[in-house]
């Protein structure tokens, strides 16, 4: 021990969000505070892991203390799936790719122009059923591109063609869109505080728009994007065109517009609403390091990534930040732009990415016990 000072007051708060494929958010914390505790055993650690809206949002909220709820509810291909909501008190996180996420779909199947939201609707209404009287409606890693129609369809809007018949699921279906009736929505939704929290903040159509900018990680082709982009247009069209260029409205597909035109749903930026939510800040005044992290830590960290929110409210409270991260693809510079003063990164001890995916654990407890000589002793 080089500062016994130091030592004796370190209080290192872990506030990490998963490392996608790899291992969850609430086992990045436990590696992290095992290689803590494995060369200062004294120090103390509180793990508060994070999320920005997309999948992970309710596990951070259950590891938080809020109650993990299950509803069983329509797939993005409409097969019944379970999907978990989190509930404290009347606040609700619910988070739609948990009913209409990728990760419903079998390896390599997509169904970029016909899967349907209708499940986050369903997963809503389950919420309000509970009691829910503020919604956290965390949105992102979505497999649907249908501007949420399918979503507002569970909570009993209609969408008819031109002879009187619902259109098709997905936002192909929208192409034969005539009219919109929301007068049968849910009269619940009047009296909840739903809140957008978004991973995005892109519009809905455009060269920045939902199809055009994530229409392809669901398995759209360039004319897919081309008829989703128009679908989602004539829909809006019909429904409101200027909540459409509103930021997050292209999140998740289009869920954004849904919930923004017709829900009244206010957008905020998902880590911010989460980092409330989890309850950051007392975290933070307790602490005297900070150590967030995420899989990759790249580009898109930067642009309000759950490490990139982490890092700018521990900066503002002044105090030290490091990250950890599977795989580091940003120089050191932009780093410290974002607040964080060193990435550790599992691919520096072992430079196969197969078996830095494999052994991610074991790999990062090592990673925590170089930050602890480094900054706890
Ligand atoms: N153990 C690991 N070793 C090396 N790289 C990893 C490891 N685990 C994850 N990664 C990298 O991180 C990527 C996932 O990134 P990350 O966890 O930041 O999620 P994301 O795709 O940015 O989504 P989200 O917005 O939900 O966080 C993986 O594709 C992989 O490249
Ligand atoms: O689901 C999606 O389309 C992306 O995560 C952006 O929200």
């Given at each position: 021990m080089t500062d016994g000072a130091v030592m004796e007051t370190a209080r290192v708060l872990v506030a990490a969000d998963k490392f996608k494929g790899s291992l969850t958010a609430v086992q990045v914390a436990e590696r992290v505070t095992a290689g803590l505790r494995r060369i200062v055993p004294e120090v103390q650690v509180e793990t508060l892991p994070v999320a920005d809206g997309g999948d992970g949002t309710v596990a951070a909220a259950v590891a938080a203390g809020f109650e993990r709820r299950e509803a069983r509810v329509t797939g993005p291909r409409g097969e019944t799936v379970t999907a978990a909501y989190a509930l404290r008190d009347t606040t609700a996180v619910v988070e739609m790719a948990e009913a209409s996420g990728?990760?419903?779909?079998?390896?390599?199947?997509?169904?970029?122009?016909?899967?349907?939201?209708?499940?986050?609707g369903e997963l809503l209404a389950a919420a309000l059923e509970a009691g829910a009287r503020t919604i956290v409606f965390g949105v992102g890693g979505?497999?649907?591109?249908?501007?949420?129609a399918g979503m507002l369809a569970a909570l009993g809007a209609r969408f008819l063609d031109a002879?009187?018949?619902?259109?098709?699921?997905?936002?192909?279906?929208?192409?034969?869109l005539a009219e919109v009736d929301l007068s049968g929505l849910d009269p619940r939704l009047a009296d909840v505080d739903?809140?957008?929290?978004?991973d995005v903040d892109n519009p809905l159509t455009g060269p920045k728009g939902a199809p055009e900018v994530y229409g392809r990680q669901k398995g759209a082709t360039e004319e897919d994007i081309a008829t989703l982009d128009a679908a989602l247009s004539?829909?809006?069209s019909i429904l409101g065109p200027d909540h459409a260029k509103l930021p997050g409205a292209g999140a998740a597909g289009g869920i954004g517009y849904g919930a923004l035109v017709a829900l009244g749903a206010r957008f905020r930026p998902g880590i911010e609403v989460?980092?409330?939510?989890?309850?950051?800040?007392?975290?933070?005044?307790?602490?005297?390091?900070?150590?967030?992290?995420?899989?990759?830590?790249?580009?898109?960290?930067?642009?309000?990534?759950?490490p990139a929110g982490v890092a700018a409210a521990a900066?503002?409270?002044?105090?030290?930040?490091?990250?950890?991260?599977?795989?580091?693809?940003?120089?050191?510079?932009?780093?410290?732009?974002?607040?964080?003063?060193?990435a550790y990164a599992l691919t520096e001890l072992e430079s196969d990415p197969a078996v830095c995916m494999a052994q991610a654990g074991p790999l990062l407890e090592r990673v925590a016990e170089g930050i602890a000589r480094d900054f706890l002793t």
């Open positions: 990728l990760q419903h779909l079998p390896a390599g199947v997509f169904a970029p122009l016909t899967a349907t939201t209708y499940g986050s979505s497999a649907t591109t249908d501007g949420g002879d009187g018949k619902p259109v098709g699921p997905g936002g192909g279906g929208l192409a034969k739903l809140i957008l929290a978004s004539h829909y809006a989460m980092l409330d939510v989890l309850g950051f800040a007392p975290a933070l005044a307790r602490a005297t390091l900070v150590i967030t992290g995420e899989g990759s830590l790249d580009e898109q960290t930067l642009h309000g990534k759950a900066r503002a409270a002044g105090l030290e930040v490091v990250a950890v991260c599977g795989r580091l693809a940003l120089p050191p510079e932009a780093l410290g732009r974002a607040g964080i003063r060193r």
